[in-house]
């Protein structure tokens, strides 16, 4: 009788105590996250990045008319490096291409606290760890239909990594403003891109970034 119950208490012990390989290698993200690490430095299956982003093209100031917009620029080279894929968020009424009226509209829906729609959804969030979340400032804060559509989406456990381009004032709060329309992602700081420099300097910003994302763990 004795033997019988020895032999069972073995058998639970090595079933129950969480010694197997498999056990070990599903308790690594944890530590990772416990020690607040940078996620792993490229794209693979089970920790997906992802870069999400608005940006303008037309008139931009101190530019004249541009193609492509600055923020675009810089998540692409962001997408090179980590080997992400790309969402661009669009807004359903596009944004006039003339400056003027473009900061007008801006600095009304800021005013009013406005949620512009936007054009389309992302429809495979979920397979991402790590958004990168990319915008121009726009009277010193993120365009509102940023905001629109990260409210309708669910960013809970994401790790979330800001980059801006801007006329001067850098991130000017905008890691507060997702951290609060993602209350349960955890937001990392940010990198601040000059906008005319993304358009005009790339070699210089693109060791800004490099060196960023060296500080990341990338
Ligand atoms: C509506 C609007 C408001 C802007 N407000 C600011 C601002 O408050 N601070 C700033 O530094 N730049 C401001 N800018 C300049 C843009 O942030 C900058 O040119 C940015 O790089 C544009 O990025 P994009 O080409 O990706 O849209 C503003 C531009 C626009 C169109």
């Given at each position: 009788m004795k033997k019988i119950f020895l032999l069972l208490l073995m058998i639970l012990t090595v079933s129950g105590c969480g010694g197997t390989a498999q056990d070990k290698k599903s308790a690594e993200?944890?530590?990772?996250?416990?020690e607040d690490k940078a996620p792993v430095a490229?794209?693979?299956?089970?920790?997906k990045i992802l870069i999400l982003y608005y940006s303008r093209t037309g008139e931009e100031y101190?530019?004249?008319?541009?193609?492509?917009?600055?923020?675009?620029i810089v998540a692409e080279y962001l997408a090179k490096k980590t080997g992400a894929d790309m969402f661009e968020i669009k807004p359903a009424k596009p944004y006039p291409d003339a400056y003027e009226p473009c900061t007008e509209i801006a600095k009304l829906e800021l005013e009013s606290n406005a949620r512009p729609a936007f054009a389309s959804n992302i429809d495979n969030l979920a397979q991402y760890d790590t958004v990168f979340i990319g915008y121009p400032i726009w009277w010193g804060a993120l365009p509102r239909v940023v905001l629109t559509f990260l409210e309708a989406n669910d960013f809970t456990g994401k790790t979330i990594v800001p980059f801006?381009?801007?006329g001067g004032s850098g991130l000017s709060g905008t890691e507060r403003e997702l951290a609060d329309a993602c209350p349960n992602a955890k937001v990392l700081s940010g990198l601040a891109i000059v906008g005319k420099s993304a358009q005009n300097d790339f070699p210089t910003v693109e060791k800004d970034i490099d060196a960023w994302l060296t500080q990341?763990?990338?």
């Open positions: 993200p944890a530590e990772v996250k416990a490229t794209q693979s299956a089970d920790k101190g530019l004249g008319n541009i193609t492509k917009g600055n923020t675009e801006c381009t801007h990341l763990g990338y």
